[in-house]
C-alpha cells in the first residue's frame, strides 16, 4: 500500500513471536544506521533497552496499547504501539511514531 509507504511518520509491524515484518520507508530510513531493512526479521526484543522490552511483552501477553510522547533531537513525537489481532488473535504489534507540533490545539467533540 504506497500511503503506508510514503506516510510522515514510521510504521513498524511484528508478528506474534516479536520478529519484525513490515518497516515503511520512513522506519528503514530512520534506523538505516541500525540495520535498515535488515531489521526485518529481527527480533523486537533485541532491538530494545531493558524497559522497552518490559514493555512489549506486556503489550504481547495483556493485549493492551502503550502511547505515550517523547522528545528526541528537539522533535516531539507521539509513539503509538498497539496488539493486531486477525479472527480475535493476537498477531503481533504495531508501532507508529509520528512527529508532532510541541504546541497543538485540542478539541473536545461531542
Known sequence: MEWIEKLDGNVIVSDENGRIIYMNEMALSQYEKDGGKDLIGRDLLECHSEASRKKIL??????????????????????????????????GIIELSLVIPAEMPHYIRD
Request: hydrophobic share 30%; no cysteine; glycine share 8%.
Open 58 to 91: 506486556e503489550i504481547m501477553t495483556s493485549g493492551e496499547r502503550n502511547v505515550y510522547t517523547i522528545e528526541k533531537k528537539g522533535r516531539k513525537k507521539i509513539i503509538y504501539q498497539s496488539p493486531w489481532f486477525v479472527d480475535g488473535k493476537f498477531r
